[in-house]
């Protein structure tokens, strides 16, 4: 440990890190300061010395604030409170939202520049709230919140960075079934978390406590019904299934698709993204959805039931990507003919995923990205592999988070 921990050093930001935070220098060192905005000049308190590289700091006071410094939505959050007080969840609520596009399009360009050698112009997309005032100021779409439980029993968001549960009012990034049920001033002693979720089917909202057993939800996306668990994955904005379908159906050419290929969809959760491709071309579709955990694999093959074509297949990806070397002469054709669609976790998929499945050879692939660092590595393995990003749109899923999603094309060069 290094003697700057909890000292106060003045910096003036540069530009806008992955992960949320400001760059800075402070006598040549890298300090990354959360809670400023690039071009401002502000007072932060060291919170992390130990490495030799960087250090990590909060923003205590604001010098010479940015002109897209906005009060912030999450009052808790705001910068004059104490760091240590302050809600993790919405490390760009006190950034303007077009500007909060402007700098996630920024982190995607920069990452796809350094990592993939790839230059791209992207305008990160808005998606519609709840309700026009929530589309209009980027509240109101969160669907889920986990809550953690505290020391008194009360119930609260960690703090940024940390396992310190923060007492709140109101939590402005869920939507109004979610914020209404939020038993933020009720004592839960023993809970562990709670879950809030407000299902698109059926009224109001739920509660998940603990490691409760799953129950099955419906959630609806234009006139189709997904079933799934409620402890399960689901996109968290209310307008993101239907917006991430219809990106995928957009991102596929239809001059190389070919609806009796081995079409994929890998890391299909209860099946969204494989029903959108079969909303677009239609009843006579072969797809293969595969999922490692078995409850959503089983949700997943009720939700593609009216496809005949549509198989599920309980997997680790990684495995199944390695499997595909195997394949017999006809499935090797009918892989070349393939429209691959992934939406892996945070992580990417990486070159144990990609490195069989790109020397499988398939016509396209549609790459879902929730992290702009993960995703440019992933560029630059296809790349190597024979693949050029084509299209690529980007999505404001998580508004007032530094978080945004990808959706790019791929074709064999």
């Not at 700091?57 to 240590?84: G, I, M, N, Q």
């Not at 199944?320 to 017999?328: H, I, K």
Request: glycine share 10%.
């Amino acid at each position: 440990m290094g003697d700057m921990q909890g000292r106060e050093i003045e910096v003036e930001t540069t530009n806008m890190a992955h992960g949320g935070e400001s760059v800075a220098r402070y006598e040549g060192r890298v300090v990354f300061v959360a809670d400023a905005i690039p071009g401002e000049k502000v007072v932060a308190r060291v919170t992390d010395d130990t490495k030799k590289s960087f250090w990590r700091a909060d923003t205590v006071r604001v010098l010479e604030p940015s002109p897209h410094r906005r009060a912030h939505v999450w009052p808790e959050a705001s910068v004059d409170r104490d760091p240590a007080g302050r809600p993790g969840g919405a490390d760009y609520g006190h950034i303007d939202l077009a500007f909060q596009r402007d700098l996630k399009a920024g982190v995607l360009v920069d990452a796809l520049s350094r990592m993939a050698k790839v230059e791209r112009e992207v305008v990160v997309e808005a998606l519609p709230g709840s309700t026009p005032e929530s589309t209009a100021d980027g509240t109101g779409w969160r669907t889920r919140e986990r809550l953690h439980v505290g020391d008194d029993g009360r119930l609260g968001p960690y703090a940024a960075r940390s396992h310190r549960v923060i007492a709140v009012a109101g939590l402005p990034l869920a939507v109004d079934a979610v914020r209404e049920h939020a038993p933020l001033s009720e004592r839960m002693p023993g809970a562990g978390t709670v879950t809030i979720l407000a299902p698109s089917v059926g009224e109001g909202a739920r509660l998940v406590i603990g490691a409760q057993k799953p129950t099955v939800i419906r959630e609806r996306v234009g006139d189709r019904e997904f079933r799934v668990d409620d402890t399960g994955f689901w996109q968290v904005h209310t307008a993101a299934p239907a917006t991430l379908s219809a990106a995928v159906q957009d991102a596929i050419d239809p001059d190389l698709f070919d609806p009796k290929a081995a079409n994929l969809d890998l890391y299909g959760g209860v099946g969204l993204l494989a029903a959108a491709v079969g909303d677009r071309f239609g009843a006579g579709l072969r797809i293969t959805s595969v999922e490692s955990d078995e409850r959503a694999t089983e949700h997943a093959a009720e939700n593609l039931a009216e496809w005949l074509g549509a198989a599920v297949v309980t997997a680790r990806v990684e495995s199944f990507a390695r499997g595909l070397a195997d394949a017999s002469v006809t499935e090797r054709a009918r892989l070349a003919a393939a429209t691959v669609v992934l939406d892996p976790p945070r992580s990417g998929a990486g070159a144990a995923v990609l490195e069989p499945l790109a020397a499988a050879g398939p016509a396209q692939i549609v790459y879902v990205a929730c992290d702009p660092v993960a995703f440019a590595r992933d560029v630059a393995v296809l790349a190597q592999a024979g693949y050029e990003l084509d299209r690529l749109r980007a999505l404001d899923l998580f508004p007032h988070t530094h978080h945004v999603e990808a959706v790019g094309t791929f074709r064999r060069r």
